[in-house]
């Protein structure tokens, strides 16, 4: 069975900072991709996916993600983070032998200082 | 679009009682799944609808948990009896049809005493 691993469980950083968060899948075969943000109290929201074409993705709010296939990792990125920014970040996988059902990712929250 | 709605956004009941979730998709989506949301689990797809048929119900934890989606519309996830360890937010989402977006509904906090 495909998983989706995030490594970095909580991650505290300051304004300006730059942020980048880890997301690494296993599975061997196509996939598509996606992150999603939850902010406090509110539903999940995507920020950016990946079916096809160019492996680095534009998102909202700055937001940016690249997929490297030979590492089955699709790594948020934001080159300067605001306070607004604190949230819970999901990584999420679809793949065709999970009937491309979404598997997501255990979560990293980012708290953003002042 | 209003998005995915649900309701009641906060339960609380006490245990053994009987608890129904509603969920409305956005109109056009084919697809709908249910999940739920813990500190200790993450969040969990329960149970999975193509066009108003289950498709997946491998997350379903146990017998108390079912889900119906008599029509396009509208779906429900009941639990009976409910237990403590039941609490938690569930979520709703759907989309045009795997693997496209997921749209998410606000949630519903169940708390079981």
């Known amino acids: 069975a495909q998983s989706v691993s995030q490594h970095n469980h909580h991650v505290i950083l300051s304004e300006a900072a730059s942020l980048e968060l880890g997301c690494n899948y296993s599975?061997?075969?196509?996939?598509?991709l996606f992150w999603y943000v939850q902010y406090p109290g509110q539903h999940l929201q995507l920020l950016l996916k990946y079916f096809s074409g160019d492996p680095l993705v534009k998102g909202i709010k700055g937001f940016e993600a690249e997929f490297i296939k030979s590492k089955f990792s699709f790594n948020l990125r934001k080159p300067s983070v605001q306070w607004s920014d604190t949230a819970e970040y999901f990584c999420?996988?679809?793949?065709?032998?999970?009937?491309?059902?979404?598997?997501f990712g255990g979560g990293t929250r980012l708290m953003v200082k002042p | 679009d209003a998005g995915v709605i649900q309701s009641p956004r906060h339960e609380v009941t006490e245990m053994g009682q009987e608890v129904t979730l509603r969920c409305k998709p956005i109109s056009g989506h084919n697809s709908l799944f249910w999940y739920r949301q813990t500190m200790m689990r993450g969040l969990e797809l329960l149970i999975y609808f193509n066009n108003n048929v289950p498709i997946d119900d491998s997350g379903m934890p146990e017998d108390r948990f079912s889900a119906k989606m008599p029509n396009a519309s509208f779906s429900t996830l009941k639990i009976q009896p409910s237990e403590p360890r039941d609490s938690a937010v569930y979520f709703c989402a759907s989309s045009l049809r795997p693997p496209d977006t997921q749209y998410f509904g606000p949630g519903t906090r169940l708390t079981v005493l």
């Open positions: 599975y061997g075969g196509t996939v598509n």
């Open positions: 999420a996988v679809a793949t065709h032998n999970a009937g491309n059902m979404l598997t």
